[in-house]
Each structure stands twice: as C-alpha cells, then as structure tokens.
Nanobody
Framework: QEQLVESGGGSVRGGGSLTLSCTSS????????MGWFRQVPGKEREGLAS????????????????RFSSSAKGRFSISQNTAINTTYLEIDNLRPEDTAMYYC??????????????????WGQGTQVTVSS
C-alpha cells in the first residue's frame, strides 16, 4: 500500500527555518512529481513547490520556469533524497502567516499544473507548522 508520511512540523519562532520531510513507503521513482502544499482552515490548499523526480528539477510556480526563476523561489526550497525515498521542503524566515497544515503529494503522471492540488494522486496526512511572532 503506497503511503506518504510527513514529519518535521512543530512550533517555531518567527524568523527561523524549518525543514519538513515526506517519506514514501514505495520507491519514489514510481511517481513523476512530488509536491508540497499547505492549508489553513477555511482556505483552499495552496501549492508551494514541486519537484520532477527523475531530473530533480524544482518548480515554484505553474509557469515551468524551474528553480532558476528567482521571482518564484521565494522562501521555499524543495529537494529530495531518492536513495531514501524522501522529499524535503525547507522554509526560511518563517512568519506567523506560514502557520498551516503542510502536506506532501505525489503525481503518478505528467502534469501541467504543477501546483494544483487536484492533479496529485497520493497525499500524506499532513504535519502542522505553527509560527509565533
């Protein structure tokens, strides 16, 4: 049974950094993309970053400009360690507005809208991040 498990969330002070992990129970290479999303109650799930598993190319918006689009990267950085089937999301300069439940997700096919939650097939249970000022 394929499963994604997030970890690394918690309560942190503003200005710090945090790295979230997402580990797949099966080989990460069975997926095309891994993505990170966050959601606060009453709001839509927000796409933050995506990574193409085989190439390692990072995406921070839907334009497919990749990690070399400086305007898109912002405070989020996605990475992976395929040897241990794990994807990471580093968040720098944390702010109270980053408080949310953070989810990772996997796409089993080629997708156009890299930060659209509706195109991802497998989801983790989420890890809570709470940032105090």
């Amino acid at each position: 049974q394929e499963q994604l498990v997030e970890s690394g969330g918690g309560s942190v002070r503003g200005g710090g950094s945090l790295t979230l992990s997402c580990t797949s129970s099966t080989s990460i290479f069975k997926y095309y993309y891994m993505g990170w999303f966050r959601q606060v109650p009453g709001k839509e799930r927000e796409g933050l970053a995506s990574i193409h598993i085989r190439s390692g190319r990072e995406y921070y918006d839907d334009s497919r400009q990749g990690r070399f689009s400086s305007s898109a990267k912002g405070r989020f950085s996605i990475s992976q360690n395929t040897a241990i089937n794990t994807t990471y999301l580093e968040i720098d300069n944390l702010r109270p507005e980053d408080t949310a439940m953070y989810y990772c997700a996997a796409a089993k096919k080629y997708i156009e809208s890299l930060l659209s939650s509706s195109v991802y097939d497998v989801w983790g249970q989420g890890t809570q991040v709470t940032v105090s000022s």
